[in-house]
Each structure stands twice: as C-alpha cells, then as structure tokens.
C-alpha cells in the first residue's frame, strides 16, 4: 500500500517533469528564434543532437535504442546559414551560425554504445544548463556541403573566446557559452548576442551581421 | 506576396537590399510582402473566423461582436482618386475589406494602413477616410466604415487611436471610427485562435509564420519558468532516479542487441565524432 502511494507521488512525478521539460523547451525555441533574428537573414539549416540520437521514425522499433534518444533537447546543435549561402560551397568570408544546448551539463560524455543512467550523474544543482553560440567563418573558398563538410567533421575550439583554425576545412571558429540562467528575459538575450557579435566579430576579424 | 506582385509592388528590390541577396532577405523587409502575406491568407478564413480575428486584434474595441459575417470582398492597394479634388491626390489604402456583418446584414468597409519601418500619421488617415467616403458614395451600398491601423507606432493602441482621431476632428473636421494594432498585437491574436477545423489551422499558421518572418515573435522568456508554481513542488529526483536505476544487467543486454542488429539504427558515426566534438 506505502509502496503504491509512493509509486503513485513519484508518477505525479514524472507528469510534472513532463509538463516543465515542455515549458522549458517552448522558451528555449524562442531564445533560438530570437537569437537568430539578432544576425540579419539567417535561416534554418541542420539539428543534429549530440551524444544520442534523433527519436525513432514512425517505422523504426525505438525499444532496442537508448530511451535518452527520446528528448532530443538534452542536448543539441541547431545550424543557421544566411539564405544566399548555397549548401554545397563555402565561400570565403560566408559563415554559419550554431547554437548548441546543452540542458544539463551533469550527462557524461558516454562510452560508445552505453547509455548514462541518470543515477549516476553529478546532482542536478551541482550542474548547469547551458547555450553555447559558436560561428563558423569561411576562410577559404571550399566545395563541401556545411554539414557534412564542415561541421561534423571539423573540431570545436576548445574555450570560449578564442579563434580556433581549422586548415581543412579553412575555418575559424569561434565560440561562446552562456548558462541559461543568466538568459531569462528577451533583453538578456539581446544584450548576451550583441556582444557575443561584437567579440566574434572583432576576434575573426571580419562583421558577423 | 501573389496580390503585392499583381498591384505593382515590389517592382524592383530596396537599395538596402545588396546584390545577391536571398528572396528572404527581400520578403522580409518589404512592407508590401507582409501586408499581402498576411491578407491575402485572413482572406481565405471563413468570415466570422476573420472577423472574430480582427475583433480581438484591433483596439479600442469598435469592430461590433456580430456572429453573422460575409466577406464581400477584398482590394489590395485600390486607387482612390474621387475626392482627389479635395485632397490634392489620389490616395491608396493598403487593404480594403467590405463585409456584410450582423442579421439583419449591414454593409461594411475595412481601410486597413499598414506599416512595417515608418509611422502612421494622422493626415494619411483622414485623407484615406475622405476618399472612401467618396467612393461609397459613388454606391450606396456600404453602411459604415472603419479604419484599421496596423504597425507604425510605439505607444498603446489605445493612445494612439485617441491622440490621431482628435487630431483630425481638429484639423479635417472628420470624426473618424478607428482601431490600431501592433504587428504583434495580431500575432498574440492568431495564436490564441483555437479553432476545430484543420484548414483554418493551417492558414493561421501560415499567417504566423509570415509574421514571425518580418521579425515578430513571441517570446516567453526562462524566467517564467521560476514563476510556475506547479512546478516548484518536484520531489527530490536525484532519490528517485537512484531508485529506478537500471539494472547493469539490463543495459548490456540492450547493448549487446543493438550491436547485433543488421542494420544499425542508431549513427554510431555521429557518436564517434560527436565525441570528438563535444569533450
């Protein structure tokens, strides 16, 4: 009987994280959309998540797969380009725009085919959740396709605030993480991305607009 | 954009447009592109859902609550030129709406000003109120008309309607019925409609996504989420998780299978770099 009532709280539980993950994840499209709309004309691109997969298609069995592949938000890259910018060439001077969550920074980088179990994660208020804003510039005219060509096949820097350079494919990358909780309101988040525009700017020596 | 395209707008691109620009770039700083955008789909609504639309979109609330509602037609950009005598010019409203409202049906027309980069002003709007009064009465069909302002200004709606119409009592001696919205104003609306039928669905979300590419969005920001008190009663998970944990036994069997499997349907390719990605 205890143990039913405490089933019971702990799937109150569950509905209640169900209903704040949505929440959280309704305000975290529009910080995206509103960071996109900071840069002019930049449109979407690519999601990739990272360290999980994409959730099942409708004709594919999600059971044998890791039940994290199921909330894609844990942790993910969102890929803006420019509308002029083709897909498949990289032109000098042409950058990308990625916007990388990472909701919880208590999940482990995961051994290859091991799924974290969340009882082993650092305690939630011991970890943060966090947007890193990184941009891709074109040093080099370069035929490959922004995705498969250049980000997943390019490393990123490895702090914030410095230019990482790539040789193949020519790229400079530069970075910046944010942890959300400084990201509340849309004034925080305009005041965070003109900055971030500002230093990247100056740091790759170019105008990031 | 089909209606901009047919009455002349958009001939040729803005200078702050550059050379090799996208379409986007274009469509998302004409003004003309987003009045038609928007119009020509508030067109396709049923009438009562349109006018229920602009009923709780415009303020102060003059648009009268009528659940009979026609929509008699719509002109994008007419030229008005009868009172151009009076006025010195012919005028062109952005949209023009006439309905056949309320039982039994009363005639109706809409002048809808719209504005993307610049401001309403008040003379536009008694100029385009004195050429639709004469053009009406080239027909004696329409019975009332309203002016709708639709983006141009910073204030409350309500304040601005007040300050523009006092003005024109003063110095056009008009008394003029109108209502004033904020692009945004329009989009909070379209995003509370809740209707049953899939097809209204679809042309209301065309019309947001038309809004949300000029540049107006909603946005509910984080902190919200601290003010949520359902949710603030989470017990503490981390005793729970440890709880549920998964029997080590358990993953391996899942593991294994899944590198078992033919055909692999989890991209361990993108594992592997991800990794190296993401330290």
């Known amino acids: ?209 | 954009m089909l209606s901009a395209i047919l009455n002349g707008k958009g001939r040729r691109l803005p200078e702050t447009i550059a050379a090799g620009s996208s379409l986007r770039a274009a469509f998302s700083k004409s003004e003309d592109m987003l009045t038609a955008s928007v119009f020509e789909r508030l067109a396709y609504l049923d009438a009562p859902v349109l006018w229920k639309l602009l009923v709780a979109t415009f303020a102060p609330r003059i648009l009268p609550d009528e659940q009979r509602v026609e929509l008699v037609s719509v002109e994008f950009w007419p030229m008005w030129s009868e009172a151009s005598n009076e006025i010195g010019k012919s005028v062109e409203p952005d949209v023009v709406l006439r309905l056949d409202v309320g039982d039994p049906a009363r005639r109706i027309a809409l002048i809808v000003e719209c504005k993307l980069d610049s401001f309403q002003y008040p003379d536009q709007w008694a100029q385009e109120w004195k050429a639709c009064q004469a053009e009406m009465a080239s027909s004696d069909e329409v019975q009332g008309t309203y002016f709708l302002a639709l983006g141009g200004f910073r204030e409350r709606p309500e304040q601005l309607v007040s300050r523009f119409t006092e003005f024109i009592r003063q110095k056009h001696a008009l008394e003029i019925k109108a209502a004033a919205a904020s692009w945004s104003d329009l989009l909070k609306a379209v995003s509370r409609m809740q209707p049953d039928c899939q097809r209204t669905r679809r042309v209301l979300a065309d019309i947001y996504l038309a809004l949300e590419l000029h540049g107006f969005r909603e946005f509910r920001g984080l902190n919200d989420l601290a003010a949520m008190p359902q949710f603030r009663s989470l017990r503490d998970l981390d005793d729970a998780l440890t709880r549920w944990k998964t029997p080590s036994q358990a993953r391996a069997v899942r593991d294994w299978s899944f590198l078992d499997s033919s055909v692999p349907n989890r991209p361990i390719t993108h594992h592997s770099i991800l990794a190296k990605h993401w330290k």
């Open chain 1, 1 to 209: 009987m205890t143990e039913n009532l405490e089933m019971q709280a702990a799937l109150v539980d569950v509905r209640k994280a169900y209903r704040l993950v949505w929440a959280y994840q309704r305000r975290l499209f529009d910080i995206v959309k509103a960071t996109t709309d900071e840069f002019e004309d930049m449109g979407f691109y690519y999601w990739q998540t990272i360290h999980t997969a994409r959730p099942a298609n409708s004709g594919s069995s999600p059971f044998s797969r890791w039940a994290w592949d199921m909330l894609p938000m844990r942790r993910a890259s969102f890929l803006f380009l420019n509308g002029s910018t083709e897909r498949n060439l990289a032109r000098k001077g042409q950058w990308m725009l990625e916007l990388h969550l990472n909701s919880d920074t208590g999940f482990p980088v995961p051994p290859i085919n091991s799924e974290p179990d969340a009882a082993d994660f650092t305690p939630a208020d011991q970890c943060s959740s966090e947007l890193t804003i990184c941009a891709w510039l074109c040093a080099e005219d370069a035929p490959c396709n922004w995705f498969h060509g250049v980000w997943s096949v390019t490393e990123w820097p490895e702090n914030d605030n410095e230019v990482y350079m790539s040789a193949k494919p020519p790229f400079h990358l530069f970075r910046r993480t944010f942890d959300l909780a400084g990201l509340g309101d849309r004034a925080s988040v305009h005041a965070a991305i003109v900055k971030f525009k500002a230093d990247a700017s100056a740091a790759l020596n170019t105008t990031l607009s």
